[in-house]
Nanobody, 128 residues
């Protein structure tokens, strides 16, 4: 049984930083696209950042490019999201997601329906 467990969500002031972590268990040996989505109240779930677990490829939403950094520990099947210069509009539930690699993590990486595995989410609240 696959489980993704997020941690690190919190309430911070605008301009602050947070680091989210996601630990995966139950994934069979292989390659995955793994990363983060977020969903604010009344809005659709959106892709934030994704990485290839066995390489250097990373993909970011335009709204977080230059402020957020995704990284990971492939041996531990863990992915991190370092979030700097946080803004009130970053307030959302952040979800970890993973899918089996099938040639490119770039393919429709922003679409939630492309991901097979999801965590329960961790709340990030940024106040002005």
């Amino acid at each position: 049984q696959v489980q993704l467990v997020e941690s690190g969500g919190n309430s911070v002031q605008a301009g602050g930083s947070l680091r989210l972590s996601c630990a995966a268990s139950g994934l069979t040996y292989g390659s995955y696209c793994m990363g983060w989505f977020r969903q604010a109240p009344g809005k659709e779930r959106e892709g934030v950042a994704i990485r290839y677990t066995r390489g250097d490829s990373t993909y970011y939403a335009d709204s977080v490019q230059g402020r957020f950094t995704i990284s990971g520990d492939n041996a531990k099947m863990t992915v991190y999201l370092q979030m700097n210069s946080l803004k009130p509009e970053d307030t959302a539930m952040y979800y970890c997601a993973a899918r089996t690699f099938s040639g490119s993590c770039a393919y429709e990486w922003r679409l939630p329906k492309r991901y097979d595995y999801w965590g329960q989410g961790t709340q990030v609240t940024v106040s002005s």
